[in-house]
């Protein structure tokens, strides 16, 4: 009888996912050459078999194509799509180049699991290094903030967690960790500041979330294809922006790191049940964890409870995010804890009522307000609406790939109903977020961080969906149809996610990038500004906005909604005379990034800036101290009586 050779797909190459060690000759592996004769394969089939190879070459192949594309990346004469047209040809075919190369090492993923790692990290470093590389500032200028936080922690050795700061900086007061940590860190490596290294966070932030997102998914998979696949979906579907140098970024490290031990060292004793029997799950699927006694789950409360207590030390919504959803994993008697739920909310209460007291009460104030109302909590930004070709094709793809992973997860979550049961723990930590919208908008974030803490599971489950389980060699024509459909899936899958990712994270890119010399500009403005000055601006988003924070208050007059600016620019000279305090000292700083900003963000109408920056100029209530081509300053000067 003639001997079937399966076709030489992505899936049918690889081993049973039942079988993640199996070897040569294991089903799926043919061993003959063209002819189905042993030892000699053909050249072609030769190349299948050695995709190590092939995966070393798109590797070093994706690099050279990507140095080369670097130095020719236009940052600096950016226009309305942001990066997106200043990107060469060649920094795009590395991406393709590297995806191609991830698919072929999928192939022996099983046997070779590093192969797909060594890609994912590579995709993370094409993705989000550029701005690392090049730029001659701080990528997203409001991350400067976080800059003069630790250069405050470094000067005067304390923060004020009590102090009635301007711009809402008592938050970060009371909330110290990040900044403590990094005041540390500035010292340790001996630069001048935070500014040197703040664009490698993402980078950082990322590397270190990788194992940690592979603990959680080998947890529910030990089929390493979906794993990866998983990895590789989570940094593509990761376009929020939320991994820069904040302490959201480190607060959701640590996290998702709680939440890695919880599913892997928190399950009970006999609550299992059939999910330890291989033939009622997935065949991708894993078996649960072995369980542990009391004993063992309360040393691990004992171990987390220092992990959590440096979540409650960093950020002030991670510590809720974490405590829903460990309240959503209560709900599974696989793994029904109170005692380490009972630990983690008297840990964040702790903080509330101590060093976060201020901001807390004053949170508490406004939930009447919010409480309920849906369309308002999900708005994404403080006001305005997107405008302009970058930033309005940023906005759709953005909606576009939460719609994409979202549908890709729920296709996966009906038709592989075995492995959802078995997975059905990270499915609910990854819906526990959503509620969070009846309660606060989260000054215009609560969107994207939902989104973001719902991203792990939801990249699971859309992998799922395109690397389905495999049980042996395919036989029959329906089945090698169906191997073959999920060949080409993955791929288009991915490549179509990587189109989405591009304008998500760099449409708006034009926003993010400012000059140093306005950074100059601002930076020797304040210095030289009088203790207990006003600076007056339209928006916080300009480089060094807050630098002195401690010693200078802010007024970012724009940040309102649009109808409450058209008024201000009919005559925006009495508009802010008639805000600032009798005997104040006040500047008003105009910005080129607060130009786009506004603009792109839709906080002023077209032309409202130049519109603002003249009438400004000619007013006798204010002073030109400097004017440039990227910005000006003024000085506020009272009409006598």
């Not at 936080?149 to 909330?175: H, I, K």
């Not at 072995?290 to 409870?305: E, M």
């Not at 207590?309 to 109170?338: E, G, K």
């Not at 840990?347 to 308002?376: A, H, Y």
Request: glycine share 8%; charged share 15%.
């Amino acid at each position: 009888m003639q001997q079937h050779v399966p076709v030489p797909t992505a899936e049918s190459s690889m081993p049973p996912a039942p079988d993640p060690a199996a070897g040569p000759g294991q089903p799926g592996r043919p061993t003959g050459g063209e002819s189905g004769r042993p030892g000699r394969p053909g050249p072609w089939r030769t190349a299948l078999h050695r995709p190590r190879t092939g995966a070393l070459l798109t590797l070093l192949l994706a690099a050279a194509l990507w140095l080369y594309a670097l130095p020719r990346i236009g940052f600096r004469e950016m226009g309305d799509y942001g990066l997106l047209d200043r990107l060469p040809a060649a920094y795009y075919l590395s991406l393709l180049v590297l995806t191609a190369g991830f698919v072929l090492s999928l192939r022996r993923a099983a046997t070779a699991p590093w192969w797909p790692a060594a890609h994912c990290a590579a995709l993370l470093f094409a993705l989000k290094a550029p701005p690392a590389v090049l730029y001659d500032a701080v990528r997203y200028p409001w991350a400067s903030k976080h800059d003069a936080v630790v250069n405050t922690v470094l000067r005067n050795g304390e923060l004020r967690p009590g102090a009635a700061l301007s711009g809402n900086m008592s938050a970060y007061d009371q909330w110290p960790g990040f900044f403590t940590l990094n005041g540390g860190l500035v010292r340790t490596l001996g630069v001048e500041d935070a500014a040197a290294y703040a664009n490698w966070a993402p980078i950082v932030f990322g590397l270190l979330m990788m194992p940690v997102l592979v603990l959680i998914y080998r947890t529910f998979s030990r089929d390493w294809r979906l794993v990866w696949t998983a990895v590789w979906i989570f940094q593509l579907a990761n376009w929020v922006g939320q991994d820069y140098f904040a302490p959201q970024g480190l607060a959701y490290l640590l996290h998702l790191t709680v939440i890695a031990v919880v599913l892997r060292h928190f399950v009970r004793p006999g609550s299992a049940g059939r999910l330890r029997d291989r033939s009622f799950l997935d065949p991708a699927a894993a078996t649960v964890p072995p369980p542990t006694g009391s004993r063992q789950r309360a040393l691990c409360v004992v171990i987390l409870a220092p992990l959590i207590a440096a979540v409650n030390a960093t950020h002030q919504l991670t510590p809720v995010m974490l405590c829903i959803c460990l309240l959503a994993l209560n709900l599974t008697r696989r793994y029904r804890n109170v005692g380490l739920l009972v630990v983690a909310g008297l840990l964040m209460l702790t903080w509330d009522l101590t060093m976060g007291r201020p901001l807390f009460v004053e949170t508490l104030s406004t939930l009447k307000e919010s409480l309920g109302e849906l369309t308002q909590n999900s708005r994404a930004g403080y006001a305005g609406q997107l405008t302009g070709p970058g930033p309005e094709l940023a906005g759709t793809a953005n909606v576009l790939m939460v719609l994409a992973v979202a549908a890709l997860a729920g296709a996966a979550v009906v038709l592989r109903r075995r492995l959802t049961r078995s997975a059905l723990p990270l499915l609910l930590v990854s819906v526990a977020p959503v509620p969070l919208f009846v309660v606060n908008d989260y000054g215009g974030e609560m969107l994207f961080r939902v989104y973001l803490f719902g991203l792990p599971g939801g990249a699971f489950f859309a992998a799922a969906a395109l690397v389905p389980a495999f049980a042996g060699t395919p036989r029959g024509r329906a089945k090698v149809l169906r191997t073959r459909a999920a060949a080409v899936a993955l791929p288009a899958v991915l490549l179509v996610l990587l189109a989405g990712f591009l304008p998500s994270y760099y449409g708006k890119e034009k926003m993010y990038y400012t000059p140093p010399a306005e950074t100059a500009l601002v930076t020797r403005t304040l210095d030289n500004a009088p203790e207990g000055s006003l600076i007056l601006a339209t928006t916080g988003s300009f480089p060094q906005a807050l630098h002195r924070y401690d010693s200078i208050e802010h007024w970012y007059f724009a940040e309102q909604e649009l109808p409450e600016n058209e008024k201000m620019l009919k005559d925006p000279a009495r508009y802010l005379a008639d805000g600032i305090p009798p005997g104040t000292r006040a500047y008003v700083i105009l910005t080129r990034t607060q130009d786009i900003y506004t603009a792109g963000e839709g906080l002023l109408p077209a032309g409202g800036f130049e519109t603002l920056r003249t009438r400004l100029s000619a007013s006798p209530l204010f002073r030109t101290v400097e004017s440039h081509p990227y910005g000006v300053v003024l000085e506020y000067r009272p009409a006598t009586r």
